[in-house]
């Protein structure tokens, strides 16, 4: 009979189970739930999150928000198309249900945490409105509010890896001289863009734009730049290296701009600033910081990618007569760029004429409302959503 034995556990040897915790992987059908029934240490990680995923739906003031919170989870994780990406979900989701069933060890952090910014000169805090439970929004909001501010952080939000998971973004300022060409191509494309007659597709319309006078740096304002440089009113940068805006493994060559040729008026971010189109003088603006992508020897505008990116889905701004202004519309005007894990991402604070789903209009929350977004297979959509309270 011992050879029979040595046989039967052989068989078991060699063969992985075909239970994993939260499914049968007989019953196997996507590629994460193959990748999960392969994989011995992803197999151990699903079945650590239903137990943990049981354990905190018990308490019943949070089971419904933690069961909308898994749902959100899961579509992330379906997403994922290695192994790595897999892990990583896992792991963000275990360590945001580590606590998540102990209600009196939270309210206890959270105050300690809103003490700590006090004591620390911290005026912001950053409260996530959408996307609880997916990582790369609960890990931003970590990154936010652990972050202290110099200036209100309406412009200039963390690029760095204080916090797991998220790879620190190298700026490269740039001169009035790197900007000469490029200067009067987005000036115009701002305000023109989304005229019907004009091809920003060609780049002899480009170099027309290097040439005509309007909107030209002179030597004055070559010397006026160089002071708003100097004085942090005005900021232009690149990245070294580069970054995969669009996510499709190129590196594309983007330029941040805040203040100078993309705004009326400038300041330092976060300044409230008068706003030059009202007529009461009673409205205010805060800073402008737009994103372009740049090709050529840095002074030729990707009008196309930019847009395709970075403008509003509603082609541009709604007129009285419910026309559609010619002028470029970004999503927000107060674009930032990070990168968490292996994708890159955009984030911005609204303006009161809308939403990304051109909803909300002349909301005052909107200027405090920040949303996360990803372009990727051609496409930008909303991730995350916070509220900003001071």
């Known amino acids: 009979m011992k050879p029979v034995i040595w046989i039967v556990l052989g068989y078991f040897t060699f063969f992985p189970t075909t239970q994993a915790a939260s499914f049968d992987c007989a019953k196997a059908t996507t590629k994460v739930e193959k990748l999960i029934c392969g994989d011995a240490e992803l197999s151990k990680l699903d079945e650590e999150l239903s137990v943990s995923y049981k354990e905190a739906v018990q308490d019943t003031q949070q089971a419904d928000s933690i069961r909308q919170a898994q749902n959100l989870w899961m579509k992330e994780r379906n997403g994922c198309v290695d192994a790595g990406c897999v892990k990583g979900a896992y792991e963000a989701r275990l360590s945001s249900l580590a606590g998540a069933h102990k209600s009196s060890d939270v309210d206890a952090a959270k105050k300690q945490s809103a003490k700590d910014n006090s004591q620390n000169g911290q005026q912001y805090h950053f409260q996530l409105t959408k996307g609880k439970g997916v990582p790369v929004c609960d890990a931003y909001l970590e990154r936010l509010n652990t972050t202290k501010y110099e200036e209100p952080p309406f412009c200039d939000r963390p690029e760095n890896d204080s916090v797991k998971g998220f790879v620190k973004l190298n700026r490269l300022p740039l001169s009035p ?36 006078s309007q909107g030209r740096l002179t030597d004055i304002g070559t010397q006026l730049l160089q002071r708003d440089l100097a004085r942090g009113a005005v900021k232009i940068w690149r990245y070294d290296p580069a970054i995969d805006i669009d996510n499709d493994g190129v590196p594309d060559n983007v330029e941040v701009w805040q203040g100078g040729a993309v705004a009326h008026v400038s300041g330092k971010c976060g300044e409230d600033l008068p706003n030059p189109y009202s007529k009461t003088g009673g409205s205010i603006m805060h800073q402008v910081q737009l994103a ?14 930019t847009k395709k990116i970075f403008a509003h889905p509603s082609g541009g701004y709604r007129l009285p007569d419910g026309s559609l202004s010619a002028n470029f519309r970004p999503i927000g005007i107060t674009i930032g760029i990070f990168k968490y894990q292996d994708s890159y991402y955009f984030d911005t604070f609204f303006d009161s004429r809308g939403d990304f789903e051109d909803k909300r209009q002349n909301d005052e929350r909107l200027f405090n409302t920040l949303a996360v977004f990803l372009h990727k297979d051609g496409k930008t959509r909303q991730v995350c959503e916070y509220l900003m309270q001071q």
Request: proline fraction near 2%.
């Open 177 to 212: 001289a790197d900007v000469h060409d490029l200067y009067p191509i987005i000036s115009n494309f701002k305000l023109s863009a989304n005229q019907k007659n004009l091809d920003w597709a060609d780049m002899n319309l480009q170099l027309r734009l290097t040439q005509r």
């Open 292 to 305: 372009f992508v740049v090709t050529g020897n840095n002074d030729r505008l990707d009008a196309l990618k």
